[in-house]
């Protein structure tokens, strides 16, 4: 499956719950999937997507959606059992793994041959993790809005991109209406 | 709030209380052990213990994002390992991020290794545009609250180091 028609569909399934976007095409994608206030586009800071979600999750009541890649997880593995100590039941991580770094020109990651995230992400102590394919894509990720499970959703996708045109926003403009947006609660 | 003996805790829960910040992210460390200690003991502070420093900015920025007032507590050394998230997160969406730094390689120091980012610290922070505050003693967290709540208010990062004397400190 495309990340870009992933995250389409994600974005369908959305009301009002949080999105924090890993940086370049992910959140290029995003932005073209619709914008909305509760994205939260990372431009920067490659590997911060789960830390600020699980920030998020742990200090106000809705739900987290964090898209992150293979690439930027990989720089900061860590942070799977910082989420698997926390356990917060309002964030759902998807990790779209097209096994390389899209934005640099689709260089390989490991997880291209050798390592399996799903796997590292349970090792980390995160029970509800599930590699999933495109036709149960919708069905899952509606079941983790509802329920709060499945809480890692391990999606690969193909190499490529929808997007290369830069978001038209600063910085602060993303902060400051993120900020007000979510100020209201769900 | 229950008191300890310990006049060196007591004055940082104190700032602490004073300017509302929580959770409280934390690494530790061998002279900031009592303090953490202490925060863990008190329902008033959620303390998130994370893997790395750089991780613990990124889960600052997102409970300031959710309407906390977070702050860290990390050791010198981790002051590198947070410098791309510092930069590129916390000060390009101005973000403010409040530092309580153990100042390792300072005197009393008996690890070597802490040497080298224990002395970066002070230009490593001015590099970052970080306003950056020495606490030699209890007295000198008193005299921070303000300085820290301006910065805030300006969405400016604040750190403050703690050199190993000031866990011995008095008064």
């Known amino acids: 499956m495309k990340r870009d028609e992933v995250i389409r569909e994600i974005v369908k399934l959305l009301d009002d719950e949080i999105v924090v976007c890993n940086l370049g095409h992910p959140s290029q994608e995003l932005y073209l999937a619709g914008d909305r206030h509760q994205n939260f586009y990372m431009l920067g800071s490659m590997g911060m997507a789960l830390p600020i979600g699980l920030g998020l999750a742990l200090s106000q009541p809705r739900k987290v959606i964090v898209l992150e890649g293979d690439g930027s997880l990989l720089m900061n593995l860590g942070s799977l059992s910082t989420l698997a100590t926390a356990q917060p039941n309002n964030l759902l991580l998807v990790i779209l793994d097209n096994g390389s770094y899209g934005s640099t020109g689709y260089q390989p990651t490991a997880t291209s041959s050798v390592a399996n995230l799903a796997a590292i992400a349970r090792a980390s102590g995160n029970p509800s993790v599930e590699t999933v394919a495109e036709k149960e894509l919708s069905r899952k990720v509606r079941s983790s809005l509802e329920s709060g499970l499945p809480r890692i959703l391990h999606i690969p996708v193909e190499k490529g991109h929808a997007s290369m045109k830069p978001i038209p926003l600063e910085p602060e403009q993303i902060k400051h209406r993120f900020m007000k947006a979510i100020r209201q609660g769900p | ?171």
């Open chain 2, 1 to 171: 709030m229950e008191q300890t003996q310990d006049i060196t805790v007591e004055a940082v829960l104190s700032f602490l209380e004073q300017l509302g910040l929580d959770p409280i992210i934390t690494l530790p460390c061998n002279y900031t052990a009592p303090l953490l200690n202490s925060l863990a003991g008190r329902s008033r502070w959620t303390v998130i213990p994370c893997s790395r420093e750089e991780e613990g900015v990124g889960i600052a920025c997102g409970a300031y994002l959710g309407g906390k007032r977070p702050a860290m507590i990390f050791q010198s050394s981790g002051l590198g390992n947070a410098s791309n998230a510092l930069a590129s997160l916390s000060g390009l969406y101005r973000i403010p991020a409040v530092m309580l730094i153990s100042q390792r390689g300072t005197f009393g120091e008996t690890i070597q290794a802490q040497q080298p980012m224990g002395r970066l610290a002070p230009s490593f922070l001015k590099c970052l545009g970080i306003p950056f505050y020495e606490i030699l003693s209890p007295r000198d967290m008193e005299s921070v609250v303000e300085p820290v709540e301006t910065n805030l208010a300006r969405c400016m990062s604040s750190a403050l180091l703690f050199p190993i004397s000031y866990w011995t400190s008095e008064g």
